[in-house]
């Protein structure tokens, strides 16, 4: 059987502790896309980690943690992110790289880095990861594919002719050194042999896995509305942060996936520049994101303080559908509990007329809030794992966000760790 856990908004849903909990009853655990541009957080017995590219299977011993053709792959960042765990004493984590899977390499992050500083006032907010260059590269068919490891010399021509393209931008757009193919070869042979031991035909692992009845995981990275495609463009990330492209991402047929968990937190939350209808200012988003999340909403890679807002039920609605959610999971209701009142976007107000679907960006950025407003529960419910131990305001909430998705929520999260969840 095979389930994908994915995003509904912005990311820093909370999938990483959806994923860690459902991984404890699965085989194998897939990241099919992104790279180590956003993290995820998840609080267990060992302890508290962000993990940027390995799997969230990671602290589960037994789990296979596979990292998909799909992703962007940091070899150094992966490898100082096993060294993390196992420092806090997870049992080394199995662990299988697509032999598919292509480089995020140095340059990438220059290139980014430069890119952003070129742009100044209209730079993106990048976390200067790389991730944009790579999937550029990657499209363009210049990228390297970790296989080329393994072959010296077509690796040798190739990083020349990289280098060849790299520094005309570099040298001259960016004013900057230029890049030594020799110097990139020699780091590219160091990182094989940390490689070396997990690199494998992730297909055919999956295609084995799957007829073998195995439960197996495809994580999500970002949400819906980073979707190239489907997001708020520009403003979105470089990969498809869909569940249909995990297939692609992971390597397993469309007719596998079975059910896709799609995560949204009870409130909003956005890391990064973009269109935010329902974001709050002032003193009450101040106060809502030091509440938020496990310590506060700050960005699991850039510590950057996120953006927060009410519940936008139009985004949300639209970022389950483009997913083709079976199962929503709220997190974060134990947040919700200091408010009187607490306001939900149901529509935009886009020329005066209010729609509840959501528009393009162009039209997006003339959007207006409609808001209803439901009454608080005033009531500490974190740890809570009985929905019938819910206060009737917070499960009238709860249903009232399920009528306005039009999906059932089949988990209600009530605090960072990992059970503290309702299975309804
Ligand atoms: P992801 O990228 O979707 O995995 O989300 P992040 O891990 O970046 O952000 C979610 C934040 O919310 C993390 O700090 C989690 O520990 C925290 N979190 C997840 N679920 C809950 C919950 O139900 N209640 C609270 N208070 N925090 C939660």
Same mark, same amino acid.
């Given at each position: 059987m095979v389930k994908a856990i994915v995003g509904a908004n912005w990311g820093d849903e909370g999938k990483g502790k959806v994923t860690d909990l459902l991984s404890e009853t699965s085989d194998i655990v897939v990241r099919f896309q992104g790279g180590a541009n956003a993290g995820h957080t998840i609080i267990n017995d060992y302890g508290k980690f962000a993990l940027h590219l390995i799997p969230s299977g990671a602290c589960n011993p037994g789990t296979m943690n596979i990292i998909g053709s799909g992703v962007a792959l940091d070899i150094p960042e992966?490898?100082?992110?096993?060294?993390?765990?196992?420092?806090? *004493?997870?049992?080394?984590?199995?662990?299988?790289?697509?032999?598919?899977?292509?480089?995020?390499?140095?340059?990438?992050?220059?290139?980014?880095?430069?890119e952003e500083e070129r742009l100044a006032g209209n730079a993106f907010g990048s976390t200067k990861s790389g991730i944009a260059p790579f999937y550029s590269d990657k499209y363009a068919k210049n990228g390297i594919q970790i296989n080329e490891l393994f072959d010296e010399d077509s690796l040798k021509a190739h990083l020349q002719n990289i280098c060849t393209l790299k520094n005309a931008l570099f040298v001259h757009l960016y004013h900057k050194d230029p890049l030594d193919p020799d110097v990139l070869f020699a780091q590219l042979m160091e990182w094989r042999e940390m490689i070396r031991p997990y690199v494998g035909n992730v297909h055919q692992y999956l295609k084995e896995a799957v007829a073998a009845g195995k439960t197996v995981l495809l994580e999500g990275q970002l949400g819906s509305l980073k979707d190239p495609d489907y997001g708020i463009y520009p403003m979105t990330t470089s990969s498809h942060t869909l569940a249909g492209f995990g297939c692609v991402g992971a390597g397993i047929a469309p007719k596998d996936l079975s059910q896709v968990y799609v995560v949204t937190k009870a409130y909003s939350s956005a890391v990064g520049a973009g269109e935010f209808v329902s974001e709050l200012f002032g003193s009450e988003?101040?106060?809502?994101?030091?509440? *938020? *999340?496990?310590? *506060?909403e700050y960005g699991a890679k850039t510590g950057r303080p996120r953006r927060v807002g009410w519940f936008d039920a139009v985004a949300t609605r639209y970022g389950c559908e483009v997913q083709g959610a079976t199962d929503v999971v709220l997190t974060c209701l134990d947040v919700m509990g200091y408010l009187d009142e607490i306001k939900v976007c149901v529509g935009y107000e886009i020329d005066g007329e209010v729609t509840r679907d959501f528009p393009v960006t162009p039209l997006l950025k003339k959007a207006k809030p409609v808001y209803a407003t439901l009454p608080g529960w005033k009531t500490d419910v974190r740890g809570i794992t009985s929905w019938d131990a819910l206060p009737a305001e917070a499960k009238g909430y709860v249903e009232y966000l399920q009528n306005e998705i039009g999906c059932p929520i089949t988990m209600v999260s009530t605090g960072p760790k990992r059970h503290e969840i309702i299975m309804r």
């Open positions: 992966l490898m100082e992110e096993v060294k993390a765990i196992t420092a806090a *004493g997870v049992p080394a984590p199995k662990l299988m790289i697509s032999d598919r899977v292509q480089l995020l390499m140095p340059y990438h992050i220059l290139q980014d880095t430069y988003a101040e106060e809502l994101r030091r509440r *938020g *999340g496990d310590a *506060g």
